[in-house]
């Protein structure tokens, strides 16, 4: 039964208590109502009326209990202040109660003064609900709308097909400075070859990829994003997680994808700190998809004229940062070996009709300290020597690979004899220029065909100084010997797609919807030195660099924001022995 002032009435589905007295004493059962509202309600008609007296009487007649009675006068003593305040706060209320006769007065309350009292009380409410946040009904609070919650779920069946001439021993470089390094001397006690990649055996797994983003907005200008990811380990280009990596159903662990502050203190300007989205427009030539960036960046948009928009994009960001100090307990204190990026990008895009878009861009990336250095003479038994640090910390396939460290023999044993425990970095330095064009015809709001390229060039390789020190990317072999080195500075990609383009078909952030479909044929070639092979592409190849080949895909959504995919890479190296590798990855994806 719900309770109303001065309202009886009972709505479909409520229970009235007056249906569970017996009719012989329903007349007494109004009447000990009716007077025990009247004592707890009207504090001036209980100074008229001597209340310890009419419950004597309802206590005699068995109306209500010795216990009752006293409970009731007790609670209307605690009530009373507050029920006199309250009285005085509302339209007066004709009063009633019960004669000494018996009779029965029930007060009639006006409609007029019904209605004042609804709508102080809605006033009342009103103001208490804007000052403590109610929501409205069938409303979230007002706090809620400024948080955003998004993910994204995908497996992937994910086959890796090697050729049956491929070469067998290619140096796993990434392994060897991930670890104690390599004993290089074949001739000191001990010594086993080092470990090789994987490129004569397929390979197949299943790979799942969880994302969960939450974005909040901070204030008219300011935003902050944090999001999670699956993750075999800190790769900065997958968040895939191979399934059964741990073993019988082990858990998986998440990783910090991104957490920034985005802040916009004048329209058309964007600010990034932390770690964020690529910042820069770029394909997987120079940057795989998943990669983000950790540091500042700075983008900027605006109209130049009708149907011609300008954009700029700049940023600065650490790429590796060691303590204030390394050492040695040998040889004392090293200096840091810090690394970052500076990038800078600049871009027209063109809408000369309603379904036409030109875009076209460049861009330029200096890394800084990323070149391998070698070493002052260190001893053959030192722990650490002083540019170890320069080694790359992740590292794909592709780049030229040279020693660090100029070990000094042991001149008590023979000449080949004495220990050399190697670390390997980056021969040449990276400052890459790349050109970006994109056109899409619109034959439909969801229907599009784009033709799109992309070409890159490593300003600072130096092939006379690379050649001198390389350990790799060598000519083709032919029969027992290769021939010189044959490494390069230049990539470049062209792509044609058709149907729906947008972002959300099949990697990006959009929704998909029930029907969309698309599809695209590519043709690559990246040299070797061409970018940090960290960086690039994860899927072509073996991941990186020094490859050539077709790549076809597409995608269909079968359901609102769920959408099956499928992709075929096939890659030839360009400098090296010889490398073939057919990558397939078959997708579901679904997104929330």
């Given at each position: ?24 004493r ?37 109306l ?7 409970a ?27 004669a ?52 994204d ?57 969880a994302?969960l ?29 191979t ?10 662990a ?9 802040m ?76 970052y ?6 871009g ?11 875009r ?62 190697q ?6 330095k ?22 799109d ?27 027992t ?20 383009l ?34 690039a592409?994860?899927d072509?190849g ?51």
């Amino acid at each position: 039964m719900r309770a109303r002032s001065s309202d009886t009435f009972i709505r479909k589905g409520e229970i009235s208590m007056f249906q569970f007295v017996p009719r012989p004493r329903r007349k007494h059962w109004l009447l000990a109502c009716a007077a025990g509202a009247t004592l707890l309600a009207s504090p001036a008609l209980a100074q008229q009326v001597d209340s310890n007296k009419l419950l004597e009487i309802m206590v005699a007649k068995g109306l209500v209990t010795r216990a009752e009675a006293d409970a009731m006068i007790a609670e209307a003593r605690t009530a009373a202040p507050e029920a006199q305040a309250q009285a005085q706060a509302l339209p007066p209320v004709p009063a009633g109660g019960v004669a000494a006769d018996g009779t029965q007065t029930i007060p009639y309350v006006p409609q007029v003064v019904r209605e004042q009292l609804v709508e102080q009380v809605r006033k009342e409410l009103s103001t208490q609900a804007q000052t403590q946040g109610w929501a409205k009904p069938g409303e979230l609070p007002e706090w809620t709308k400024r948080f955003t919650l998004s993910g994204d779920i995908r497996a992937r069946a994910d086959g890796l097909l090697m050729d049956s001439g491929n070469f067998t021993d290619f140096v796993d470089w990434s392994a060897i400075n991930a670890g104690q390094g390599f004993q290089a001397n074949d001739g000191a006690p001990g010594y086993v070859n080092p470990p090789y990649l994987n490129a004569t055996r397929d390979r197949w797994a299943m790979r799942l990829r969880a994302r969960l983003g939450l974005k909040a907005r901070i204030d008219d200008w300011i935003s902050a994003e944090l999001r999670i990811a699956t993750g075999n380990d800190s790769s900065p280009v997958s968040t895939n997680q191979t399934i059964g990596q741990h073993g019988e159903f082990g858990k998986y662990a998440l990783w910090l994808d991104r957490a920034n502050i985005h802040m916009t203190p004048v329209e058309g300007v964007d600010v990034h700190v932390g770690r964020f989205a690529n910042p820069f427009w770029t394909s997987t030539l120079q940057f795989d998809e998943d990669l983000n960036f950790d540091g500042v960046a700075l983008s900027s948009t605006g109209k130049v004229s009708d149907g011609i928009d300008l954009f700029a994009n700049a940023g600065f960001f650490p790429l590796f940062n060691t303590s204030f100090d390394f050492g040695s307990r040998d040889a004392g204190v090293f200096g840091s070996k810090d690394r970052y990026l500076a990038a800078g990008q600049i871009g027209l895009e063109f809408h000369p009709g309603e379904r036409l878009r030109l875009r076209l861009a460049g861009s330029y990336y200096r890394f800084e300290n990323t070149q391998g250095e070698f070493s002052s003479p260190c001893a053959f038994d030192q722990d650490v020597c002083d540019t170890d640090a320069t080694r790359p910390t992740f590292q794909q396939f592709g780049n030229t690979i040279t020693a660090l460290r100029n070990v000094t023999p042991n001149p008590a044993v023979a000449p080949g004899v004495s220990p050399e425990v190697q670390y390997f970095g980056l021969a040449s330095k990276y400052e890459v220029v790349a050109a970006r064009a994109e056109f899409d015809f619109g034959l439909t709001d969801r229907l599009s065909i784009r033709v799109d390229g992309d070409f890159i060039k490593n300003l600072a390789f130096d092939r006379s100084a690379v050649s001198k020190v390389a350990l790799n990317n060598y000519a083709p072999m032919v029969g027992t010997t290769g021939g010189g080195f044959a490494g390069g500075d230049k990539g470049w990609q062209a792509r044609l797609s058709v149907g729906h383009l947008g972002r959300g078909m099949p990697q990006g952030d959009q929704s998909i919807r029930k029907g969309d479909w698309n599809a695209h044929l590519g043709y690559r070639r990246i040299a070797s030195d061409a970018t940090l092979d960290a960086l690039a592409d994860s899927d072509f190849g073996l991941g990186g660099t020094n490859m050539k080949g077709w790549f076809a895909g597409g995608a269909y959504g079968f359901a609102e924001n769920t959408a099956f995919g499928l992709r075929w890479l096939s890659a030839d190296e360009v400098a090296g022995p010889p490398l073939a590798v057919d990558h397939l990855l078959v997708d579901l994806t679904t997104r929330f």
